[in-house]
């Protein structure tokens, strides 16, 4: 049987140039993130099952890659179920394991913890185009903070990092889930109907109000709540007198020092933010998984129309782990989404590559040319340049022209030429 050449379906090979610019951003990640105190660690691929399970993953529980027992534990009979084949998984996000390392290790950790990690994560999805079954994710995380520095410092690290890769205009789209919940009780809607609500206000950028208030009648929600719920979102709302504005309308359904939180938040970054972007209140974010307890944010690519990174706080993970509570906060960005619009710039120079040079060795050249040749890049490469030293081919315009689509200037493509060493 003839061995399959195509990687495994949602999978994929990384080739040269992409792998360039996937290392020049994870090194501006790790400086950009030290700068601000994060420090990088690493967990398992593999987790507990019990663990992803624990209804804190939201849809993503649906897509977790099942790992079989081994050996004896591996008991197979006519009553064996599917949940008793499986002991362990494939994590499906890097929010869970660093719960789980930092309840395990938290003696040994300084506190509050800010975490840096990158790393794969894996996810059963259905693929298509810029999604897979395997992709990086990037994430900072800040465990035993309680007060809103968490969010200011998230917030200004990851736009300060979206700044140096060189974007510009982009938005931060801040809610509170908090402020979701108050919204829902001061309409009437009942508290165990929450989430199908959020749901369909999800899709206010894509149906608007119109779509939602029907789809909320279309579930089965009363009329009354249907259209008080939209009234809330008749005026703008985005700036800080929005926040105060429905702060106001809803009072006693919100926790104090709710709003002025958020508020803080949002003057704090305007106030030290060091790139071109906005930040805008929107009540109609709703982040999908279920473990976020207060604040989350999002930023959105104006140029692209689409989201490249998302957070927020989850106070109540760890101590699923633990039996005590410890605040939590943190933000990703969308490490795969990032390198696709890089490359689709096709800007290769701007990536943070050292200075390239070929250097082509006629065929047939004896022993001691190359070594004059190899001498001669190695001087060169403890100048920090980039030396790729290579045999002539005899078609030597089709090899120049490959070597400029690895990001060689013509003009340091330099040929040697044995009948010029013997002069």
């Not at 207060?294 to 959105?300: A, L, M, V």
Request: charge should be negative; proline fraction near 3%; aromatic fraction near 10%.
């Amino acid at each position: 049987m003839a061995l399959i050449k195509k990687p495994v379906t949602g999978m994929k090979d990384i080739l040269p140039r992409e792998m360039q610019i996937r290392e020049y951003v994870t090194d501006l990640v790790v400086k950009t993130y030290s700068s601000f105190g994060f420090v990088r660690i690493e967990t398992p691929a593999v987790e507990h099952i019990e663990n992803l399970l624990s209804k804190q993953g939201g849809e993503n529980e649906k897509l977790i890659f099942r790992i079989l027992k081994r050996g004896e534990k591996l008991s197979l009979t006519p009553d064996t179920k599917e949940e008793d084949l499986a002991d362990s998984g494939l994590r499906y996000d890097l929010t869970l394991p660093l719960s789980r390392y930092f309840a395990c290790h938290a003696q040994e950790l300084p506190m509050p913890f800010k975490a840096l990690q990158i790393g794969p994560v894996w996810r059963a999805d259905r693929p298509q185009k810029g999604r897979f079954r395997q992709f990086v994710q990037c994430d900072i995380d800040i465990l035993g903070e309680k007060e809103n520095i968490a969010e200011i410092e998230l917030i200004t690290a990851t736009t300060t990092l979206l700044g140096k890769l060189g974007f510009r205009d982009f938005t931060v789209r801040i809610n509170d889930r908090r402020i979701l919940k108050a919204m829902a009780s001061y309409c009437g809607f009942d508290e165990a109907d929450y989430d199908r609500v959020f749901i369909i206000l999800d899709k206010m950028d894509k149906i608007g109000r119109d779509g939602v208030r029907e789809e909320l009648l279309d579930s089965g929600f009363s009329q009354d709540c249907a259209d008080k719920y939209m009234e809330l979102f008749a005026q703008d709302l985005s700036d800080v007198s929005g926040i105060r504005a429905l702060a106001e309308k809803l009072q006693d359904h919100l926790p104090e020092g709710c709003a002025e939180g958020l508020i803080e938040i949002v003057e704090s970054v305007e106030k030290v933010k060091n790139a071109a972007f906005g930040v805008v209140f929107d009540p109609t974010l709703v982040r999908g998984m279920s473990y976020y307890t207060g604040t989350n944010f999002e930023i959105t690519m104006n140029e692209f129309g689409s989201s490249v990174a998302g957070g927020g706080r989850y106070d109540d993970m760890i101590g699923r782990f633990t039996g005590n509570s410890v605040c939590a906060c943190g933000f990703s960005i969308g490490f795969e989404r990032i390198i696709t619009i890089l490359m689709e710039r096709e800007q290769d120079g701007l990536y943070g590559a050292p200075e390239k040079y070929a250097y082509l060795i006629e065929k047939g050249a004896d022993a001691a040319f190359v070594a004059d040749v190899m001498k001669q890049a190695q001087a060169a490469r403890s100048e920090g340049k980039t030396v790729l030293v290579s045999m002539m081919n005899k078609n030597r315009k089709y090899q120049k022209e490959q070597l400029e689509k690895e990001g060689y200037i013509l003009d340091n493509i330099k040929e040697f030429y044995h009948s010029e060493f013997k002069r």
